[in-house]
């Protein structure tokens, strides 16, 4: 007799050629369109799914989960976990699972994409040239700075911090980092990295802080006021991380007051809801959260989705699985 295919929840629409296979394993239920569940959906469908394919925009936190006797695997689609009560999880019995590395040169990519669109002022030149203020060439007209040669401070030297830092390092960037655990030799020597053991004597040193460090209680608010006075005027802040990691008030108030040069953001404190503020700022690019969005970066990430959803169905633990420790 064939093993009882499990059945599937998914929160919101994915890549066509990732549904089509998950359909040719699981039973699945999915969206009609391209709107995420509401969470009265989601609470509505656990009790017949055997695996919840959440995206970043839906909490899965403990009174949803103790919504299902049957659940036993979330399987995120993307690497950033802060959504998802893992210990809730864990203590129910219920596996989760997460796709690393998918998204790592995409994000890495779109950081450096940020600095350079701050540091050489390109929206000030494209709002110039769209709106038909362009005057001509002039010597002193839009000046920004070059690359090589700047200080980058890295906060989270994983997989995408690491990322950051090769590509940095082919403009001739100085790297410095700050992270949990120092990097092995090995690692840091080929980027010519430089560990800070403070995060307050990095950010007074350094031209650029790039945050590539995940959201954790431990993470909440870490560039805070207080450590955004040790940076310096000419210093810019690039985030393709969570919103979370900054105070974003308080980086609005030291960008108004021309006590930072500028930020080029990905990720918001607020999720959707920006500060009208920042978003008035010539000195600040933001963009709505496409660190990943390369198609190769989705379809890879549903690649990885598939691998766990798959191993866990054949009896064995997902290769990416994702434990409190790891957070």
């Known amino acids: 007799m064939a093993a ?18 998950m359909a040719e ?59 998802i009560d893992v210990a809730s999880a864990r203590q129910r019995g219920v596996l989760v699972s997460n796709t690393p590395g998918a998204l790592t040169d995409d994000t890495a990519d779109l950081a450096i994409a940020l600095m350079l669109a701050v540091l050489r002022r390109m929206p000030e030149g494209m709002a110039q040239m769209q709106e038909g203020r362009w005057q001509g060439w ?33 403009f001739g960037m100085e790297i410095h980092y700050h992270n949990r655990r120092r990097l092995h030799a090995a690692l840091e020597e080929p980027l010519e990295a430089r560990y800070m053991e403070s995060l307050d004597r990095m950010l007074g040193s350094i031209d650029v802080l790039s945050i590539n460090c995940p959201h954790t209680p431990a993470t909440f ?7 955004l006075e ?3 005027p000419e210093a810019v802040i690039v985030n393709t991380s969570r919103g979370e990691v900054v105070d974003e008030n308080a980086l609005t108030r030291r960008l108004r007051a021309g006590e930072l040069a500028g930020a080029g953001l990905d990720v918001f404190e607020h999720g959707q809801s920006v500060n009208p503020r920042l978003r008035a700022l010539p000195n600040v690019v933001l963009t709505p959260h496409m660190g990943s969005a390369t198609r190769e970066g989705r379809l890879e990430m549903g690649e990885r989705l598939i691998v766990n959803m798959r191993t866990f169905a054949d009896g064995h633990r997902p290769p990416d699985l994702v434990v409190p420790s790891m957070l």
Do not use: C, W
């Open 221 to 227: 608010h870490l560039v805070n006021a207080r450590r």
């Open 138 to 170: 002039a010597p002193d007209a839009l000046l920004g700075r070059r690359l090589k040669g700047l200080r980058l401070g890295i906060l989270g030297m994983g997989r995408i911090g690491q990322a950051v830092a090769r590509r940095a390092r082919a």
């Open 25 to 83: 394993l699981f039973d699945v239920v999915r969206r009609p369109d391209d709107t995420p569940m509401s969470r009265e959906e989601i609470v509505a469908a656990l009790p017949g799914a055997d695996i919840l394919v959440p995206t970043l925009g839906e909490r899965v936190d403990a009174p949803l989960l103790a919504g299902s006797d049957r659940l036993k695997l979330v399987a995120n689609y993307g690497a950033g976990v802060d959504h």
């Open 230 to 232: 040790l940076m310096r």
């Open 4 to 21: 009882k295919r499990l059945s599937v929840v998914v929160t919101r629409r994915l890549p066509p050629s990732v549904e089509a296979r």
